[in-house]
C-alpha cells in the first residue's frame, strides 16, 4: 500500500517530478527470485533500470549482470572496482554476460581484455568475434516462441535451431569456446509455455552438441520475460517457476548451469512516481489534467514499452473519467485517456506505481524538459 504521506512529504522536500526508488523492494525482488527458481542465477538486465545506486544495491545483494552495451559493462565494472584484481577477472567471468547479439567492432576490441561471456546468433559475429574478441566466451542465442509477450523480440534476435549446429561448428572452427546457449521468450510474458518450448529446444541442442564432441558447453541462459506485477491479472513469479523448474529438472543434468536475465520483474515494483497537475481543461466533454511528467520522459514506457501506468490522485474524492497528458507540446505525449481523477487542482499531486523498468532509463529532454529527480529509500543494508 502506498504511504501517500510519505510521497507528499518528499514531493514537497525535493520537487517534483520526482522518482522514488525502494531499495528493500529491490532486495525482495531478488530474494523472491532465489526463492523460487533455486537453481536460476539471477542476472539483472541493466538496461531496465541502469541507476547505479540500483547496480550497487544488487551487487551488494550478490546478482549478477546482463549488460547489452559497453557503457552498462562499464557501469557494472566501476561497482567491482574494490575487488583485487583477480576476483574482479573472476566476476566478470562468473557474474557479467555481454547479451545483445549484435556487437559494433570498437566494443569488441574494449571487451576482449576483460574476457566476458558474450551471446551471438549469427556467422559475421563468428567472424567479427574471431579477428577483434578471441578471448570471450560464446554463448549461441536460439530463436524461440515469444507468443502472448508484452514485447516480442524473436523477429530481431536469435538464430533458427535448425542452424544452431552450423554455428557451433563455426565457432569452434574459429578457434572460439562455444559455452552454452540462451534465448529470450519476450519481455512481460503472459504465456509460460513459451519457456517450456524453449527449453526443450535447446536440450535437443544440448545433446546433439555433445554427441558431436562439443563438450565445453555447460551453460543456458534462460533470458527475461519474468512477468512484474503491474495488476491482479499477471499471474506471480511462482506460477513461470512451476513451468521453468519442472522443464529444468527434467531435461539439464546438474553439471549444466542456468542463469537468467530478469529486469522488469527486479525493478518495477521498486519504483513509484509523484508528479504535478500543472494544468486543467475540459475538451470534447471531458476533463483533462496536464502533469509535469509524460510518456518523452518517466511515462516513456506508454510508448516504447506498450505499458499502462494508472494515474492516481494524492486526494481523495468522487471520481470522473479524465484524459492525462504530459507537459510537451507533442499530440504524442498522452499518458492515458481513461483516469479515474477526483476533482484536482492546479499543484495537487499525482503518482504512478510500478515505474521501475523501462521507464526513467528512456527518459529524454525532449521540448527541453529533464528527465524526473531521483531519490533512493532504504539504500542500506
Given at each position: 500500500m502506498?504511504?501517500?504521506a510519505?510521497l507528499s512529504?518528499?514531493?514537497?522536500?525535493?520537487g517534483?517530478?520526482l522518482v522514488?526508488?525502494d531499495h528493500?523492494?529491490?532486495?525482495q525482488?531478488l530474494?523472491e527470485?532465489?526463492e523460487?527458481?533455486p537453481?536460476?542465477q539471477p542476472?539483472?538486465?541493466?538496461?531496465?533500470?541502469?541507476?547505479?545506486?540500483?547496480i550497487?544495491?544488487?551487487?551488494?545483494?550478490?546478482a549478477?549482470?546482463?549488460v547489452?552495451s559497453?557503457?552498462?559493462?562499464q557501469?557494472?565494472?566501476e561497482n567491482?572496482?574494490d575487488?583485487?584484481?583477480q576476483?574482479?577477472?573472476?566476476?566478470i567471468w562468473?557474474?557479467?554476460?555481454?547479451?545483445?547479439?549484435?556487437?559494433a567492432?570498437?566494443t569488441l576490441?574494449?571487451?576482449?581484455q576483460y574476457?566476458p561471456l558474450?551471446?551471438?546468433?549469427?556467422?559475421e559475429?563468428?567472424?567479427?568475434i574471431?579477428?577483434?574478441?578471441?578471448s570471450v566466451?560464446?554463448?549461441l542465442?536460439?530463436k524461440?516462441p515469444n507468443?502472448g509477450?508484452m514485447?516480442?523480440l524473436?523477429?530481431k534476435f536469435?538464430a533458427?535451431p535448425s542452424?544452431?549446429m552450423?554455428?557451433i561448428?563455426?565457432s569452434e572452427?574459429?578457434?572460439?569456446?562455444?559455452?552454452?546457449?540462451?534465448?529470450h521468450?519476450?519481455?512481460?510474458?503472459?504465456n509460460?509455455q513459451?519457456y517450456?518450448v524453449?527449453?526443450n529446444?535447446?536440450?535437443?541442442?544440448?545433446?546433439?552438441?555433445?554427441r558431436r564432441?562439443?563438450t565445453?558447453?555447460?551453460?543456458?541462459d534462460i533470458g527475461?520475460g519474468?512477468?512484474?506485477?503491474?495488476?491482479e491479472n499477471?499471474?506471480?513469479l511462482r506460477e513461470?517457476?512451476?513451468?521453468v523448474?519442472a522443464?529444468?529438472?527434467?531435461l539439464?543434468?546438474?553439471d549444466?548451469?542456468?542463469l537468467?536475465?530478469?529486469?522488469r520483474?527486479?525493478?518495477a515494483?521498486a519504483?513509484?512516481?509523484v508528479?504535478e497537475?500543472?494544468?486543467?481543461?475540459?475538451r470534447?466533454g471531458r476533463r483533462?489534467?496536464?502533469i509535469?511528467?509524460?510518456?518523452?520522459?518517466?511515462?516513456s514506457?506508454?510508448i516504447?514499452?506498450h505499458?499502462?501506468y494508472p494515474?492516481?490522485?494524492i486526494?481523495?474524492?468522487?471520481?470522473?473519467?479524465c484524459a492525462?497528458?504530459?507537459?510537451t507540446?507533442?499530440?504524442?505525449d498522452?499518458i492515458?485517456?481513461?483516469?479515474?481523477l477526483p476533482?484536482?487542482e492546479?499543484?495537487d499531486?499525482v503518482y504512478?506505481?510500478?515505474m521501475?523498468a523501462?521507464?526513467h532509463a528512456?527518459s529524454?529532454?525532449?521540448?527541453?524538459f529533464?528527465?524526473?529527480k531521483?531519490?533512493?529509500?532504504?539504500?542500506?543494508n
Amino acid at each position: 500500500m502506498v504511504d501517500k504521506a510519505l510521497l507528499s512529504r518528499l514531493a514537497q522536500e525535493h520537487g517534483t517530478p520526482l522518482v522514488i526508488i525502494d531499495h528493500e523492494r529491490l532486495r525482495q525482488n531478488l530474494a523472491e527470485f532465489r526463492e523460487w527458481m533455486p537453481r536460476v542465477q539471477p542476472y539483472y538486465a541493466v538496461k531496465a533500470n541502469p541507476h547505479p545506486a540500483i547496480i550497487r544495491t544488487f551487487y551488494q545483494a550478490g546478482a549478477s549482470f546482463d549488460v547489452a552495451s559497453f557503457p552498462e559493462f562499464q557501469l557494472v565494472h566501476e561497482n567491482i572496482k574494490d575487488l583485487p584484481d583477480q576476483e574482479r577477472q573472476d566476476f566478470i567471468w562468473d557474474k557479467i554476460i555481454y547479451a545483445n547479439p549484435v556487437k559494433a567492432i570498437p566494443t569488441l576490441k574494449e571487451l576482449d581484455q576483460y574476457k566476458p561471456l558474450v551471446t551471438y546468433d549469427n556467422f559475421e559475429e563468428v567472424r567479427k568475434i574471431q579477428k577483434h574478441a578471441p578471448s570471450v566466451g560464446m554463448v549461441l542465442r536460439l530463436k524461440v516462441p515469444n507468443l502472448g509477450a508484452m514485447v516480442e523480440l524473436s523477429s530481431k534476435f536469435g538464430a533458427d535451431p535448425s542452424e544452431a549446429m552450423d554455428l557451433i561448428e563455426a565457432s569452434e572452427e574459429a578457434g572460439l569456446t562455444v559455452e552454452g546457449l540462451s534465448f529470450h521468450v519476450g519481455s512481460q510474458t503472459t504465456n509460460f509455455q513459451n519457456y517450456a518450448v524453449a527449453l526443450n529446444l535447446a536440450a535437443d541442442i544440448f545433446k546433439e552438441s555433445r554427441r558431436r564432441g562439443y563438450t565445453k558447453m555447460n551453460l543456458l541462459d534462460i533470458g527475461g520475460g519474468f512477468p512484474a506485477p503491474y495488476d491482479e491479472n499477471v499471474q506471480p513469479l511462482r506460477e513461470c517457476a512451476k513451468v521453468v523448474n519442472a522443464e529444468i529438472e527434467r531435461l539439464f543434468p546438474e553439471d549444466v548451469q542456468i542463469l537468467a536475465e530478469p529486469g522488469r520483474f527486479m525493478v518495477a515494483s521498486a519504483v513509484t512516481l509523484v508528479a504535478e497537475v500543472i494544468s486543467k481543461a475540459d475538451r470534447d466533454g471531458r476533463r483533462c489534467y496536464y502533469i509535469n511528467d509524460g510518456v518523452y520522459h518517466t511515462y516513456s514506457g506508454v510508448i516504447f514499452d506498450h505499458c499502462h501506468y494508472p494515474v492516481k490522485a494524492i486526494k481523495e474524492g468522487p471520481t470522473q473519467i479524465c484524459a492525462v497528458f504530459g507537459p510537451t507540446c507533442d499530440a504524442l505525449d498522452t499518458i492515458s485517456l481513461t483516469e479515474e481523477l477526483p476533482e484536482l487542482e492546479l499543484g495537487d499531486l499525482v503518482y504512478s506505481e510500478n515505474m521501475g523498468a523501462y521507464s526513467h532509463a528512456s527518459s529524454t529532454f525532449f521540448n527541453g524538459f529533464p528527465p524526473a529527480k531521483v531519490v533512493h529509500l532504504n539504500v542500506g543494508n
